[in-house]
């Protein structure tokens, strides 16, 4: 293979599949744009790990098109190297054929690492979508006699995973997705949750601003405190420590702690709690919610 045939045959390919990827991005848009609002919208409520469904969906049609994309290029190339697709650049300078190849290398290159990066993304999105979901089923199983359960509740100050609201209290639940190991186990100490036998350091700080930001929201509702337990899950570890009072770690299997984890101060009136379920209900809904 000279490098004129080369040359001409990896052009070829490449102007074919840039519209093969205009094309199937074109039809991604149009297919999200055009109806996709869900049927009763009013009604239905956001499911545990609703953004990182949503997003684990975009990154695997975008690693959807780039292993497509990659199949279009191998085979018009080789379609186009048979049929002497050289005769495009035949009397070009030699340098500028070599600058060509030089550019559709780093093309390549460029395309392989956004192909990667999807990859690597979408394998850390599942983790932490399987990991919501495995802790909201949990929640759905003890949902009776604790309250109502709110899956990705906005606040200020971010995203809480999972509010549950009863008369017996309110509490936050935030998931914290790492890689099972074998023997592996975790605690937590100084606002710090700590994975080890290979020490991996979490900082919960951010869930404290969150669980803070949603009270002085309830508070301006109902115009008294109410407190919210912050219940930290970690799937697949085995929790050895729990050296904080504010916060209670527990895995998937230990999560049925939190109904102990109660004081009658955080107790709600049967009108508070409504008036809690009708802002959570109004603001978890996906009725005004792009997908």
């Known amino acids: 293979m000279n490098i004129e045939s080369f040359s001409g ?20 848009v149009i297919t999200k ?29 975008s690693q959807s098109t780039y292993l497509s994309a990659a199949l279009v290029f191998v085979v018009v190339l080789i379609a186009a190297y048979i049929l ?15 600058l060509l190849v030089g550019l559709l290398a780093v093309a390549a290159i460029v395309a392989l690492q ?25 929640l759905q199983r003890m949902a009776n006699g604790i309250g109502r359960t709110y899956h990705d509740v906005e606040t200020s100050a971010g995203i809480i995973d999972h509010l549950i609201v ?25 606002n710090e949750v700590i994975f080890s036998p290979r020490p991996q350091k979490v900082s919960i700080v951010p869930t404290n601003a969150r669980i803070a930001s949603i009270e002085r929201e309830f508070r301006r509702l109902l115009d008294h405190r109410v407190r919210v337990r912050s219940v930290i899950a970690t799937p697949g570890w085995e929790v050895t420590g ?3 009072d504010e916060h209670l770690l527990v895995n998937e299997r230990s999560l049925p702690m939190l109904r102990g984890w ?15 379920h009708q802002l959570l209900t109004e603001r978890c809904g996906i009725s005004d919610r792009k997908r």
């Not at 045959?9 to 991604?28: D, G, Q």
């Not at 002497?84 to 070599?98: C, M, T, V």
């Not at 990066?117 to 089923?137: F, P, Q, S, V, Y």
């Not at 009863?166 to 100084?190: D, F, L, M, S, W």
């Open 9 to 28: 045959a990896a052009t070829v390919a490449l102007a074919s599949t840039v519209l093969f990827v205009l094309v199937a991005k074109s039809w991604h």
């Open 33 to 61: 744009s055009v109806g996709s609002a869900p049927n009763f919208s009013d009604s239905i409520m956001r499911e545990a790990a609703q953004r990182f469904r949503d997003e684990f969906d975009r990154l695997s049609r």
């Open 84 to 98: 002497r697709a050289d005769r495009i650049f035949s009397g070009y300078p030699q340098w500028q054929l070599i």
């Open 114 to 138: 956004r192909l990667i990066r999807t990859a690597m993304a979408r394998r850390e999105i599942k983790l932490r979508r399987d990991a919501n979901i495995a802790i909201g089923h949990q």
């Open 166 to 190: 009863g008369p017996n209290g309110t509490y936050a639940v935030t998931v914290i997705a790492k890689p099972a190991q074998k023997n592996g186990e975790v605690e937590i100490h100084n």
């Open 242 to 244: 729990q050296a904080s």
């Open 262 to 276: 109660k004081d009658r101060a955080d107790h709600l009136m049967n009108e508070d709690v409504d008036a809690l």
